[in-house]
């Protein structure tokens, strides 16, 4: 056995190095793709000039806004006000370290390394884990706005909680569902399950449907990006963020965008399986970018709601029919196994 392979701590330091790698080039593609696409969806051109298609802008922006000048204002919080950003991008990537993308990456080491040994996310709470981390947002922009010091910072961030926990709790209940599906709260069972039946989007599609509306608006992506009421709030509960805080913040929105959409994949669309022969991290991949993508396009179809159309939408009827459909998963579940749609490992 090597050196790397004893050490659990190398293993792991491995293990988030590559998921790193794969969650930052993720995402700017999202930042790509929703530049691109928005530009031809409203007859634009977006990006063009720096490097081949404008693929390099966005290096130019993050070197723009590294190189600006770090400010803090005078009434904020100042060690939480600092603490925010990095608190952020942390919770998310612990919340990416659960899903199975260390797995699909082992797949590619060669096999005298033992590529099992790298595998982090196979653990039967991951699920749990996953949402418990990526969940934490709500008291990060709360915080993030009281310790900004403005009154309009703090009224962001409050509206942002109220918009997050409201949809929140549909999102727990439709993942909930897919646990009584396979009586497991492991991503990695959830996703093999799924290899002996139909992808879970059709077994339960109006879970799916549920999942995915109430992810919009866990990712403030319009139209419930009311945290971001530029008319109203000026930039939301991170207008006083600048700079290379800023660009935390921003990273921030994208990582949680790849993470949310590939907890989607791996509950819904059956994770890093598909039907041709190509390596389970391109499938992953491929499938997390096409889900982001149809948020992209979602995002530039419809027109921002107002927040009482918002929250009447979470309360008053997505967490209503995610109980009920929760209360019907154990008969479809039953049918399903009876009729041979569902083979559980």
Excluded at 62 to 81: N, Q
Excluded at 90 to 98: E, H, I, P
Excluded at 176 to 187: C, F, G, Q, R, Y
Excluded at 290 to 310: G, K
Aim: hydrophobic share 55%; aromatic share 14%.
């Amino acid at each position: 056995m090597s050196f790397v392979e004893g050490s659990v701590f190398l293993r792991a330091l491995v293990s988030a190095i590559a998921v790193f790698i794969v969650a930052s080039l993720g995402s700017l593609i999202e930042i790509y793709i929703e530049r691109k696409l928005w530009a031809r969806i409203m007859s634009r051109y977006g990006p063009t000039e720096v490097g081949r298609y404008g693929s390099l802008q966005l290096f130019a922006d993050a070197i723009k806004l590294v190189v600006k000048e770090d400010f803090t204002p005078l009434g904020a919080d100042k060690p939480l006000y600092n603490a925010v950003p990095v608190i952020g991008v942390a919770t998310t990537f612990v919340a990416l370290m659960v899903i199975p993308f260390d797995y699909t990456l082992s797949l590619l080491f060669p096999k005298s390394l033992n590529p099992q040994l790298f595998v982090f996310s196979n653990f039967e709470p991951s699920l749990l884990v996953a949402f418990a981390f990526f969940a934490l947002e709500p008291i990060l922009v709360l915080l993030g706005g009281w310790a900004g010091g403005s009154k309009y910072t703090l009224v962001g961030g409050f509206r942002s909680a109220a918009q997050l926990i409201s949809y929140e709790i549909p999102i727990i209940l439709t993942f909930l569902s897919v646990v009584a599906l396979t009586k497991s709260m492991n991503i990695f069972t959830i996703v093999l399950d799924q290899a002996h039946s139909f992808p879970f989007a059709l077994l339960e599609f109006p879970a799916f449907i549920l999942f995915l509306i109430s992810l919009l608006a866990e990712l403030e992506r319009t139209p419930f990006d009311l945290t971001e009421a530029d008319s109203e709030l000026v930039a939301g509960w991170n207008t006083e963020y600048g700079g290379a805080k800023f660009l935390l913040v921003y990273l921030n929105e994208y990582l949680r965008a790849f993470t949310g959409s590939a907890i989607l994949v791996c509950l819904f669309l059956g994770g890093w399986l598909g039907p041709a022969p190509i390596p389970a991290i391109v499938w992953l991949f491929l499938k997390t970018i096409l889900v982001f993508t149809l948020l992209v396009w979602i995002r530039a179809a419809y027109p921002r709601v107002r927040i009482d159309q918002m929250l009447n939408l979470g309360w008053k009827y997505l967490v209503p029919l995610s109980v009920v459909w929760l209360l019907v998963t154990p008969f479809i579940a039953m049918a399903a196994l009876s009729h041979g749609l569902l083979i559980l490992r």
